[in-house]
């Protein structure tokens, strides 16, 4: 599998394990609960993202330099203090449930969980056959 196919079938993963998620925290919890998963899961989403297309970017023609290395990890940092001063803020405020978020912020981990399961099962099965 090619790294635009799995970065595709992981981007929708991470929706759909996002939307099982809140449905469920509607359903079970309440909406102070419900709104830190899907708060945590939209920040976590957009960080996801904006790492994958930072490296896809420093990844060029001529290969990895040392200026690209200092812009990565720039980026990195500065989307790690924002991320954090969001969660502060929500927290602080008492916007969302801090366990709801911790929730929510799992949801990029579940879904490269699943799919590393996905993989596997897939392997395993194509080399019964």
């Known amino acids: 599998m090619n790294w635009k196919q799995a970065s595709k079938e992981i981007r929708t993963l991470n929706w759909l394990v996002l939307l099982v998620l809140s449905?469920?925290?509607?359903?079970?919890?309440?909406?102070?609960?419900?709104?830190?998963?899907?708060?945590?899961g939209?920040?976590?989403?957009?960080?996801?993202?904006?790492?994958?297309?930072?490296?896809?970017?420093?990844?060029?023609?001529?290969?990895?330099?040392?200026?690209?290395?200092?812009?990565?990890l720039t980026k990195f940092y500065f989307r790690l203090v924002v991320a954090g001063i969001i969660i502060y803020i929500l927290i602080t405020r008492g916007w969302v449930d801090p366990l709801g978020l911790?929730?929510?912020?799992?949801?990029?981990?579940?879904?490269?969980?699943?799919?590393?399961?996905?993989?596997?099962?897939?392997?395993?099965?194509?080399e019964i056959i």
């Open 23 to 40: 449905i469920a925290g509607y359903f079970l919890m309440s909406s102070v609960f419900t709104l830190g998963i899907i708060l945590g």
């Open 42 to 72: 939209l920040i976590i989403i957009a960080n996801f993202n904006l790492l994958q297309n930072t490296i896809v970017g420093a990844f060029g023609p001529a290969g990895m330099t040392r200026g690209r290395k200092k812009i990565i």
């Open 102 to 126: 911790t929730i929510g912020l799992s949801t990029v981990v579940i879904s490269i969980f699943c799919f590393g399961i996905r993989m596997v099962r897939k392997t395993s099965s194509e």
